[in-house]
């Protein structure tokens, strides 16, 4: 099946710093992709859809200044977590769609801000 | 209200026990219905989409009722792999393309 890589798949970094995330589709390539964030015991949350080549759309509650979002090509998208604080401690997951869009999940990368 | 709702749990059971998660979905134009099962620490991966007519995999079976806007699944003769949290999640294509909903996950334990 489709396979979808994130990288780092954990990072600990320090408050005020900015921390980028990968996602890869290896080998489709994605019409659009998604970014989730799930806190312990909760459920996943979808923070914005991204589609190739244009503006991410970002769900209510969701900061874009905080959560740069760039997706450059059909195979990539990245988020980045500007100025992290604590509270930004999470596993963030992306997932791509194929043309069919069935929805590929990325391991995901765990954030710990300290 | 949210988008789709679970029984949070925990379920536990011992091995060979019969579990039912429900979920219901608040959205009559959703499209397409899966549960998902996801591991500790990991992303959650597709069990099986949920068809109207009901479809089973194995040990595992899964109901639609549109009506009720109402989703189960029923795991037979379980196996303490089978331990994790499993997620109901709904498709709404009326809106953004390939958008999931997910509900909050039913934590199951299968003890020996």
């Known amino acids: 099946g489709a396979v979808v890589s994130q990288h780092p798949s954990r990072v600990i970094c320090k408050s005020g710093t900015s921390v980028k995330i990968e996602c890869r589709s290896l080998?489709?390539?994605?019409?659009?992709m998604f970014w989730y964030r799930q806190f312990p015991k909760q459920s996943l949350m979808l923070m914005a859809t991204?589609?190739?080549?244009?503006?991410?759309?970002?769900e209510q509650g969701v900061e874009k200044d905080k959560f740069l979002i760039n997706h450059a090509s059909l195979t990539l998208s990245t988020l980045t977590v500007t100025s992290a604080h604590p509270e930004d401690s999470s596993f963030y997951i992306c997932?791509?769609?194929?043309?069919?869009?069935?929805?590929?999940f990325g391991p995901g990368t765990r954030l710990t801000v300290t | 209200r949210k988008e789709v709702e679970q029984d949070p749990g925990p379920f536990n059971v011992p091995e060979g026990a019969t579990v039912a998660f429900n979920c219901t979905y608040s959205n009559s134009a959703s499209q397409s219905f899966f549960w998902y099962r996801q591991d500790c620490r990991k992303e959650p991966k597709l069990l099986m989409s949920?068809?109207?007519s009901g479809n089973e995999d194995g040990r595992f079976t899964a109901q639609l009722n549109r009506a009720s806007q109402y989703i189960s699944l029923l795991i037979r003769d379980s196996k303490l792999s089978d331990s994790a949290t499993y997620l109901c999640v709904v498709n709404d294509r009326g809106s953004t393309l390939g958008r999931l909903y997910f509900g909050r996950g039913t934590q199951l334990t299968v003890w020996p």
């Open positions: 080998d489709f390539q994605a019409t659009t």
């Open positions: 991204s589609n190739e080549g244009s503006k991410a759309t970002y």
């Open positions: 949920v068809y109207s």
């Open positions: 997932s791509a769609t194929d043309r069919d869009y069935e929805q590929y």
